[in-house]
Nanobody
Framework: QVHVVESGGGLVQPGGSLRLSCAAS??????????MGWYRRAPGEQRELVAT???????TYADSVKDRFTISRDNGKNTMYLQMNSLKPEDTAVYYC???????????????WGQGTQVTVSS
C-alpha cells in the first residue's frame, strides 16, 4: 500500500522561508513514482495547483509562486520538496502532496494524496 506524508509546515513571518517535504512509502519494486505535485487550499477557497515535477525533473509553477518557490525531488528517497521563500500572507493554506504512481505489473497509474500540512504566514 502506497502512502504519502507531508511535513515541514508551520507558522512563519512574511518574507520568511519554509521547506515542505513529501515522503512516499510502499513503493518497492511494484510501483514507480511518476509526476508529483504540491497543491494548496486556503480558507474558503478551492484547492489550487502550486507546482509539479515529473520523474525526469521537469517543473511547472503557478504564476503566484514563480521565482519564490522551488520544487525538487530525490528519487532515491522517494521524496519531494517544496522550498518556499519570500512567503506572503496569501500563501497561508493547507499544502497537499500529490503523487502519481505507475504499477509495474499492469502499467496503470494510481493517484495518492497526503493529509496536508498547514502553512501560516503571519506577523
Amino acid at each position: 500500500q502506497v502512502h504519502v506524508v507531508e511535513s515541514g509546515g508551520g507558522l512563519v513571518q512574511p518574507g520568511g522561508s519554509l521547506r515542505l517535504s513529501c515522503a512516499a512509502s510502499g513503493i518497492g519494486n511494484i510501483f514507480a513514482l511518476s509526476t508529483m505535485g504540491w497543491y494548496r487550499r486556503a480558507p474558503g477557497e478551492q484547492r489550487e495547483l502550486v507546482a509539479t515535477i515529473t520523474n525526469p525533473g521537469r517543473t511547472t509553477y503557478a504564476d503566484s509562486v514563480k521565482d519564490r518557490f522551488t520544487i525538487s525531488r530525490d528519487n532515491g528517497k522517494n521524496t519531494m520538496y517544496l522550498q518556499m521563500n519570500s512567503l506572503k500572507p496569501e500563501d497561508t493554506a493547507v499544502y497537499y502532496c500529490n503523487a502519481h504512481v505507475q504499477s509495474t505489473a499492469d502499467y496503470k497509474t494510481y493517484t495518492y494524496w497526503g493529509q496536508g500540512t498547514q502553512v501560516t504566514v503571519s506577523s
